[in-house]
T-cell receptor
Framework: GEDVEQSLFLSVREGDSSVINCTYT??????LYWYKQEPGAGLQLLTY?????DMKQDQRLTVLLNKKDKHLSLRIADTQTGDSAIYFC????????????FGSGTRLLVRP | DTEVTQTPKHLVMGMTNKKSLKCEQH?????MYWYKQKAKKPPELMFV???????INESVPSRFSPECPNSSLLNLHLHALQPEDSALYLC???????????FGSGTRLTVV
């Protein structure tokens, strides 16, 4: 089935690392994405990982994929107050005609 | 130009009004999307256009009518909406079936 789950809220202190977790149920997922949404704004693509990869790093962002457990995580190093936002994971499948399935979103609050 | 532009940013309409939301991109993307997002919820797919043809309609009520006049433009015509249709309407585009979407900043619609 198509079900992507995330924890609702995460609070961290500025300068610490943040880890946002996501689980999905569809093993045929091809690509997995992380999007950021600031208040009143659209969604910004942060990074994505192909399902045959275990890890992807892009500056402060590290994505880990455990395909066996269908678990995806986003680690933000040296978290800043500007990172406060809602983070959505999403999955897509080849042959699904461009359909992107979003998780429920995790609200990240960075405390000074 | 790496943006998806949506107009208007805010719209208030009565239940008997007819209005249109507009979306434009000049990245050469061949797929365009309409999503609806209620407060504190993830975006929900409404329509997908691929090469200017409607490829997905997620059982959206007929009071929402999409149109793709050319490869750069996507419209959403609204007629006889209900207050529960109030939401953030997001447009997105992508180059291929698999890959990140680029989202616009959305139109915040209020139906009174």
């Amino acid at each position: 089935g198509e079900d992507v789950e995330q924890s609702l809220f995460l609070s961290v202190r500025e300068g610490d690392s943040s880890v946002i977790n996501c689980t999905y149920t569809d093993s045929s997922s091809t690509y997995l994405y992380w999007y950021k949404q600031e208040p009143g704004a659209g969604l910004q693509l942060l990074t994505y990982i192909f399902s045959n990869m275990d890890m992807k790093q892009d500056q402060r962002l590290t994505v880990l994929l455990n395909k066996k457990d269908k678990h995806l995580s986003l680690r933000i190093a040296d978290t800043q107050t500007g990172d406060s936002a809602i983070y959505f994971c999403a999955e897509s499948k080849r042959g699904s005609s461009y359909k992107l399935i979003f998780g429920s979103g995790t609200r990240l609050l960075v405390r000074p | 130009d790496t943006e998806v532009t949506q107009t208007p940013k805010h719209l208030v309409m009565g239940m008997t009004n007819k209005k249109s939301l507009k979306c434009e991109q000049h990245m050469g993307h061949r797929a365009m999307y309409w999503y609806k997002q209620k407060a504190k919820k993830p975006p929900e797919l409404m329509f997908v256009y691929s090469y200017e043809k409607l490829s997905i309609n997620e059982s959206v009520p007929s009071r929402f009518s999409p149109e793709c006049p050319n490869s750069s433009l996507l419209n959403l015509h609204l007629h006889a909406l209900q207050p529960e249709d109030s939401a953030l309407y997001l447009c997105a585009s992508s180059q291929a079936e698999i890959g990140g979407y680029t989202f616009g900043s959305g139109t915040r619609l209020t139906v009174v």
